[in-house]
């Protein structure tokens, strides 16, 4: 607890966030880097949920319940898709889904359970929907609250304001310069980089720069801000860090986090609400290619998985390297649970599934045969080199078995994907590979984790654009310098 004492010291107070815990631990740990930054940013110390939960069990209700405990999702009240008797979710630490050590060792912070013991509170009063309450902060502290729609609504929310605008005289103002950009101003805010240099730059000389063409957009009350494209698919559910993009804005639209809360004295800034849905990687904008580039960083190589999944996958990698006779080993995420029944989204029957996954792997060993003795590419991300571990392994053949990861749990379904010679986790772990993981890998969650560190392993990576556990094993590819050829989404 002095350690704990010490990092609070060290900051400005707390930050608190509604943590949407009835989310799957992908889109937990989404929401979980992103209050990481905010937090950072303030320089204050972000309170953690002790808790998350796993949304099935691969043994039945009760035996899974007896590790951790139950809570049935409709204290969420989000449950209308879920078949009656599916509603139940189970309690894990966080710590056994997150290198909590790791986090700690970059960025301030604690634990709600270690919040509430430094206010001689009991552990019991922790919030077991992840919203956090006025009740929680004792007397003597002080609160601040922000609500979620003034966060980021009907405006850009940025790490920093940018500097005023300095005019130095270089360009002239011309209102059919204005208007174009105007016209292009999505939502009298946003506009498409490639739009915007398409205005200014026209009629200039080939010296013209980028940093000319910041300068001319500033003249016309408009600033760039830099974030992340999902380059054909949607960022905003894979929050995929390795396509870098910058963008413009109304400057006068722009809200700055550091600018607006930094001042706060309050010794609790408790954003409340949900800023998760339909976001990019972050929840905000950033005003320069650095403090996107830092947060980049944050996310692939601080918020790593804990220790012992990352070694059962590494030994998962040199079985299917076996299994293949040394080749290059392919991998697939099929997801089916949820995706068979909800509306904005539909997988169709397994087969039809199988059909798209299949034609995807047949294009991949295409590519891997293309690039064989080709430079290798790494995604745009901070740190990176190529990965090296594929040296010398020969292309797979079209009859080599494939690693795949899915949510499947029909018998006569997964008889199937086996006859198209996909392996599955629990055709790969040993006994020893269980003790070592201990009981968490009754949780499908849990094993979902391990799978999404094998997929990120394989020498080609067929996902799923809709699924966080897509968008996670694309992180961890981009950090390991994976070619961003090797991947696609069926």
């Known amino acids: 607890m002095d350690r704990i004492k010490e990092m609070v010291a060290e900051t400005e107070g707390f930050f608190m966030r509604d943590w949407s815990l009835h989310l799957g631990w992908n889109n937990m740990r989404y929401i979980i880097e992103s209050g990481v930054n905010q937090a950072y940013?303030?320089?204050?110390?972000?309170?953690?949920?002790?808790?998350?939960?796993?949304?099935?069990?691969?043994?039945?209700?009760?035996?899974?319940a007896s590790y951790g405990?139950?809570?049935?999702?409709?204290?969420?009240?989000?449950?209308s898709h879920l078949p009656a008797g599916e509603t139940a979710s189970y309690r894990m630490p966080l710590g056994v889904m997150l290198d909590l050590d790791t986090l700690r060792g970059h960025r301030n912070v604690i634990l709600m359970s270690e919040y509430l013991a430094l206010q001689g509170l009991p552990a019991t009063l922790e919030p077991v929907t992840g919203k956090f309450?006025?009740?929680?902060?004792?007397?003597?502290?002080?609160?601040q609250t922000l609500d979620a729609w003034y966060y980021d609504g009907n405006m850009a929310r940025l790490d920093r304001a940018p500097p005023p605008y300095q005019d130095n005289k270089r360009w002239t103002y011309d209102p059919e310069i204005a208007e174009r950009l105007a016209v292009y101003t999505h939502k009298g805010i946003f506009m498409q980089w490639d739009n915007g240099w398409r205005v200014v730059s026209e009629g200039q000389g080939s010296d013209f720069s980028h940093e000319d063409a910041k300068e001319v957009l500033g003249l016309y009350g408009y600033s760039v801000i830099y974030s992340y494209t999902g380059q054909c698919v949607r960022v905003e559910h894979l929050k995929f860090v390795g396509f870098p993009v910058k963008s413009i804005c109304i400057r006068d639209r722009i809200h700055g986090w550091y600018d607006e809360w930094s001042l706060s004295v309050a010794n609790v800034l408790w954003l409340q609400g949900e800023i998760h849905v339909n976001r990019r990687p972050s929840d905000m904008w950033f005003s320069t290619p650095q403090a996107r580039d830092e947060y980049s960083e944050f996310v692939l190589y601080t918020m790593r998985r804990p220790p012992n999944v990352l070694r059962i996958a590494h030994r998962v990698d040199m079985r299917m390297r076996r299994i293949v006779g040394g080749r290059m080993w392919m991998a697939?995420?099929?997801?089916?649970?949820?995706?068979?029944?909800?509306?904005?989204?539909?997988?169709?029957s397994v087969e039809e599934q199988w059909n798209r996954v299949n034609g995807r792997l047949?294009?991949?060993?295409q590519v891997l045969w293309e690039i064989h003795h080709r430079p290798k590419q790494t995604y745009d991300v901070p740190g990176v080199q190529p990965y090296g571990g594929w040296q010398g392994a020969m292309i797979p053949t079209h009859d080599d078995p494939f690693f795949l990861a899915t949510d499947e749990r029909d018998p006569d379904?997964?008889?199937?994907?086996?006859?198209?010679?996909?392996?599955?986790i629990n055709d790969l772990l040993t006994p020893e590979d269980r003790q070592e993981l201990g009981w968490p890998?009754?949780?499908?969650d849990y094993l979902g984790l391990l799978e999404q560190a094998i997929l990120a392993r394989s020498a080609y990576f067929v996902g799923r654009m809709?699924?966080?556990?897509s968008g996670g094993a694309l992180n961890m590819r981009a950090a390991w310098g994976m070619d961003p050829r090797t991947m696609s989404f069926e």
């Open 133 to 143: 309450s006025r009740d929680l902060v004792p007397e003597g502290l002080t609160l």
């Open 41 to 64: 940013i303030l320089n204050r110390t972000l309170v953690l949920p002790t808790y998350v939960y796993a949304r099935n069990c691969e043994l039945e209700r009760e035996v899974c």
């Open 413 to 424: 379904n997964l008889a199937f994907l086996r006859n198209q010679s996909a392996i599955l």
């Open 466 to 469: 809709e699924s966080s556990v």
């Open 69 to 79: 405990g139950v809570i049935d999702r409709t204290t969420w009240g989000v449950t």
């Open 362 to 365: 047949k294009e991949g060993r």
């Open 332 to 348: 697939a995420h099929m997801r089916r649970g949820d995706f068979t029944t909800v509306d904005w989204v539909r997988v169709g």
């Open 441 to 444: 890998i009754v949780m499908t």
